[in-house]
């Protein structure tokens, strides 16, 4: 039998959690096995001369997450502050994307949905003005199995997944230049006014075919709002349904099964409007117990630049200790209870205990 947690005292302990910042962001996405690297907030702001990439770019401030409250103004768009990406990838109409998220494992107890929306550049995503960019749903996965509270998600799928999540442009999107934008929506504070975290990450592309579905769009600061269903909710009880926030999926959007997307290549973003440019590349890919560990060149016509990547994934949580920002503790709780070296772990509520920075 499912078990329900009292309402009022999960709020009188939700609200602290509310205010506990989880750092996420997207590293990088794949596309067909070419490796595309993305705006770093740990790392860029602090870089007279970044990397050029597609994702949008944002302080390091930044790297948390959006209030509810929040969910009417221009940070909704593409995070905080959130700027143009300086290039763009070229991916085809059809073609599958992964997102790699950090920090690897994203926290287990940060449960909830994760949307894919598309919204049209027009000339150029470079320098396009965000509060224009209308936005079309193609994908969105919410509670997967109420069996056993508080359920299992799509953030779940995601942990699964190698921490990514993959996502695929509709086959007869019209060709043109789009900001993607990938979210994930953590609900483990929702059942407190504003206690839901909203993690909006964007990617420049430019998509090639022979589509000619244009969607209507609508303004991202006109989504959501505070008390959505989906927003303001109480997950810690039995739940019989899920309403996912926002519009509803445009008719094109496909469903697809969650799958991890090996990398064999570096691409080099495309700065400015127009074709993508042609790139060659050399990869060399070295396989090891629990970690893989990608070197790769490439040249292109277009720069005399050349760029060498590193991917890894790895695991967390080995040796009985947990990450930072990782569950720790709580009714239930089987995982590791002693965090990395600089965490703490640090009581949220009665279920919830999580590393937190010393």
């Known amino acids: 039998m499912k078990s329900i947690i009292s309402t009022s005292l999960l709020g009188s302990f939700l609200s602290l959690v509310a205010h506990t910042t989880a750092h996420g962001y997207v590293s990088n996405i794949v596309v067909n096995g070419v490796y595309y690297r993305g705006w770093n907030p740990s790392s860029d702001p602090y870089t007279s001369t970044p990397p050029v990439n597609i994702g949008w770019k944002t302080p390091n401030l930044s790297n948390g997450f959006v209030t509810p409250d929040d969910t009417d103004t221009a940070d909704i768009i593409c995070h905080i502050n959130a700027t143009n990406a300086a290039a763009h990838a070229t991916v085809a109409a059809g073609d599958k994307i992964y997102l790699q998220w950090q920090p690897v494992p994203w926290p287990d107890s940060h449960h909830g949905p994760v949307v894919d929306y598309l919204a049209s550049c027009g000339a150029s995503c470079e320098t396009v003005d965000k509060t224009t ?11 997967v199995d109420d069996t056993t509270v508080p359920g299992y998600w799509a ?20 060709p043109g230049n789009y900001v993607l934008r990938h979210e994930i929506i953590a609900l483990h504070g929702a059942g407190s006014a504003n206690g839901a975290q909203l ?49 509803s999926p445009i008719a094109q959007a496909v469903s697809i099964v969650q799958a991890s997307s090996a990398i064999t290549a570096t691409g080099t973003p495309t700065t400015g409007s127009g074709g993508g ?24 016509k277009a720069t005399t630049t050349t760029t060498t990547a590193a991917a890894t994934t790895t695991t967390g949580g080995s040796s009985g200790t947990q990450t930072l920002y990782g569950q720790c503790g709580g009714s239930g709780w089987t995982g590791p209870t002693v965090c990395v070296s600089g965490a703490t772990c640090s009581v ?7 590393c937190l920075p010393s």
């Open 133 to 143: 960019l209308k936005f079309f749903k193609i994908s969105g996965v919410g509670l």
């Open 155 to 174: 953030d779940d799928q995601l942990i699964a997944n190698g921490n990514g999540w993959l996502v695929q442009i509709p086959s007869t999107i019209a």
């Open 277 to 300: 440019a042609a790139t060659t590349a050399t990869t060399t890919v070295r396989t090891t117990t629990g970690a893989t560990t990608l070197t790769t060149t490439t040249t292109t």
């Open 199 to 247: 993690y909006p990450q964007c990617f420049n592309l430019q998509i090639t075919g022979s589509g000619t579905v244009q969607p209507a769009g609508v303004l991202a600061t006109s989504m959501y709002t505070p008390t959505d269903p989906g927003i303001l909710i109480n997950i810690y009880q039995a739940l019989s349904s899920y309403i996912i926030p926002g519009p």
């Open 348 to 354: 949220q509520n009665a279920w919830y205990s999580q």
